[in-house]
C-alpha cells in the first residue's frame, strides 16, 4: 500500500502480486505439461517439448519481474503515472478470443493473417502493404517450421492448410 493509507497498492506491489500469480500459474502448467503421455516417435520432439519451452520462459520472465518489484519495494519507487490499459488492449484481447474461436473452423493460417493484420491496426500499424505482407508473411512462416519442421500439425481450415 502507498505511504498515506491511501488504499491502493503501487506499482512494485503490482509487480510482486503479477510474478507471484504468474509463478504459480507456471507451476501448475508445468506439472500439467509433465504429465502429457509420451510418443514414440524417432526424431520428434515429445508433447511436453513445446508446452516446457513456453513455462521456462514464463517462470523466467515472472522471476525478473518479481526481482524488479522486490527491488523497487525496497527502493521506495513510485510509478510516474497511474496504470493504465494500453490503448486498444480490450480490443485485442476481444480479437484474440475470436482469433481462438475461428482456428478450428477457418484455420491456423489464414485466421492468423487475419489476427496479425487486426493486431498491427490496433497498435498504430498504418502501411496497409506492410501490413499485409507481414501479417502473411509470419503465420506462413510458422505454418512451415511447425508443419515441416517440427512435424506439428496445426489446425486446418478451409484452404486445407
Known amino acids: 500500500m502507498r505511504p498515506g493509507g491511501t488504499g491502493t497498492m503501487t506499482m512494485a506491489g503490482r509487480n510482486v502480486a503479477a510474478a507471484l500469480g504468474l509463478l504459480a500459474f507456471g ?27 513456453i513455462v521456462a520462459l514464463l ?3 515472472s522471476l525478473a519481474l518479481l526481482i524488479k518489484g522486490i527491488a523497487d519495494l525496497r527502493a521506495g519507487r513510485q510509478a510516474d503515472s497511474p496504470a493504465r490499459l494500453a490503448p486498444g488492449a480490450l ?3 476481444a480479437a484474440f478470443f475470436v482469433y481462438l474461436g475461428a482456428l478450428p473452423y477457418v484455420g491456423f493460417v489464414v485466421s492468423s493473417v487475419i489476427f496479425f493484420a487486426v493486431l498491427m491496426v ?7 502493404l506492410l501490413i499485409g505482407v507481414a501479417a502473411t508473411l509470419v503465420p506462413v512462416g510458422l505454418f512451415v517450421i511447425f508443419r515441416h ?7 486446418h481450415g478451409v484452404l486445407g492448410f
Not at 27 to 53: D, K
Not at 149 to 155: D, R
Request: proline share 15%.
Open 149 to 155: 519442421g517440427f512435424q506439428i500439425v496445426l489446425p
Open 59 to 61: 517462470i523466467g520472465l
Open 91 to 93: 480490443s485485442a484481447l
Open 27 to 53: 507451476a501448475w502448467y508445468a506439472w500439467l505439461s509433465a504429465g502429457l503421455p509420451e510418443r514414440h516417435m524417432p526424431n520428434t520432439p515429445g508433447p511436453s517439448f513445446f508446452p516446457l519451452i
Open 122 to 128: 490496433l497498435y498504430g500499424g498504418r502501411k496497409p
